[in-house]
């Protein structure tokens, strides 16, 4: 493997740093938007079938699918990479 100069690690630490706040800040938002999906679901639900005509446990299963994608989405474009970077830097350390 090469080695890693100070400038290229310090680059990817900065990278990795990033990533890991992106990846909290999207959590945060994440936790904020599961609150009134699982507290005001009724209320919620009344406002978007007078918007659009959709029965209810499909209305229930795009809820739960998009708050699941979003996680998805946050894990796999913020933390792994941010991890796979501090792990890489890591082992060259060793």
Excluded at 23 to 31: A, D, E, M, R, V
Excluded at 86 to 93: D, F, M, P
Aim: with cysteine.
């Amino acid at each position: 493997m090469h080695e890693i100069d100070d400038q290229t690690r310090s680059t990817a630490l900065l990278i990795s740093n990033v990533l890991f706040r992106a990846f909290l800040l999207g959590f945060g938002l994440l936790c904020l938007s599961t609150i009134p999906v699982l507290l005001l679901t009724d209320q919620i639900y009344a406002i978007h079938s007078s918007m659009i005509d959709i029965p209810r446990p499909m209305y229930n299963a795009l809820l739960f699918e998009l708050l699941g994608n979003m996680k998805m989405l946050l894990v796999m474009l913020f933390l792994l990479p941010a991890v796979g970077i501090r792990w890489t830097l890591k082992k060259q350390v060793t």
